[in-house]
């Protein structure tokens, strides 16, 4: 880290300042703790304060919250660029961490700043320290973002695959699968067993708006991960189709759209910003995992990247349907 300043300067960002931030926060929400009354507003809805509790709930808030996302975030931007990987997207997500923990630290801090010495069924406003609290964290996560050595994107290993060996009058077809990898697919399952314990909780405590609102949430993200996370591809003379699980979404490119097919060495946070469907300049990628996928480069120059096994000899048999197109239009 000492010889590497992106590595460097993204840790500090990422890591120390949230640090910083929040251990600011808890010496400042302490100091106060002697001035607040028994109970503090926790909650403000539309026409005021609707949810109290104790006024430990803040610095827990902090402490959790606030070094939680920005600590899940790291964990994947750092590997990304310990491996050299360089892009806009892993400068901005250090920014983005630091940026969301002055969010939390100071819309905290405030919420019991504004409670200082009030008597007990007074009613604070939140609406001001809201408004504050979002400008300090653009401002920080500006800053966070300047810090930073500049990314350019650098270009994914290419490797250049020759057509499979087709006779005139043989048909060959490749079938495979993309599927998504350990990491993600631990990280699905963990928020949705959290979204699913909060709704159960929700309809225990007799909040049925919120119950079913969460229950809509739990069934939105089971569908979108069955939707998104198996994809049965096949490659033939007739070109590529990519269809989910459940048969939609669907991607087809058909031979005569294809310009170029190789195999690329791809990275889902630098190159896609993330794992899924994915869409970037240039490019629409099924992205599952990290490492090598197949990337087809249709005529208008837009690329499809979908991270599959064995995509040499997907990548050989389009190389093949291409060119059995090409020698078919100068007939």
Do not use: C
Request: aromatic share 6%.
């Amino acid at each position: 880290m000492r010889h590497d300043p992106v590595l460097r300067r993204a840790f500090m960002v990422g890591f120390v300042a949230p640090d910083a931030l929040v251990a600011i926060a808890l010496a400042l929400q302490l100091w106060l703790m002697a001035d607040l009354p028994a109970e503090v507003v926790t909650h403000w809805g539309s026409e005021g304060p609707d949810g109290y509790g104790p006024a430990w709930t803040y610095p827990v808030l902090t402490l959790a919250v606030g070094l939680g996302l920005p600590a899940l975030m790291m964990a994947f931007t750092l590997p990304s660029i310990r491996r050299g990987e360089r892009s806009p997207m892993l400068r901005l997500m250090p920014a983005i961490g630091v940026g969301f923990t002055a969010l939390i630290a100071t819309i905290s801090t405030g919420s019991l700043l504004v409670q200082r010495g009030l008597e007990d069924g007074d009613q604070p406003s939140i609406g001001g320290v809201v408004v504050a609290s979002y400008v300090v964290a653009v401002l920080i996560g500006l800053l966070g973002w300047a810090v930073q050595p500049r990314q350019e994107l650098a270009q994914p290993s290419r490797q250049a695959v020759g057509p499979m060996p087709v006779a005139p009058s043989e048909k060959v077809v490749w079938l495979g699968r993309a599927e998504a990898g350990a990491t993600l697919m631990a990280i699905l399952i963990a928020v949705s067993i959290v979204l699913a314990g909060a709704a159960v909780w929700m309809w225990l405590a007799g909040d049925s708006v919120a119950a079913w609102i969460l229950t809509g949430v739990v069934l939105l993200v089971a569908l979108l991960t069955s939707a998104s996370t198996v994809f049965r591809v096949r490659t033939d003379l007739d070109g590529l189709e990519a269809r989910s699980a459940l048969g939609w979404p669907r991607f087809s490119i058909p031979v005569e759209d294809i310009a170029d097919v190789s195999v690329i060495d791809v990275s889902g946070l630098a190159e896609f910003g993330g794992w899924g469907i994915r869409f970037a300049p240039g490019a629409t990628g099924i992205i599952l995992r990290n490492g090598q996928a197949l990337q087809v480069t249709r005529r208008s120059g837009r690329r499809f990247v979908i991270t599959v096994d064995d995509p040499q000899t997907a990548a050989s048999v389009l190389a093949a349907a291409a060119q059995k197109a090409a020698h078919a239009d100068q007939d």
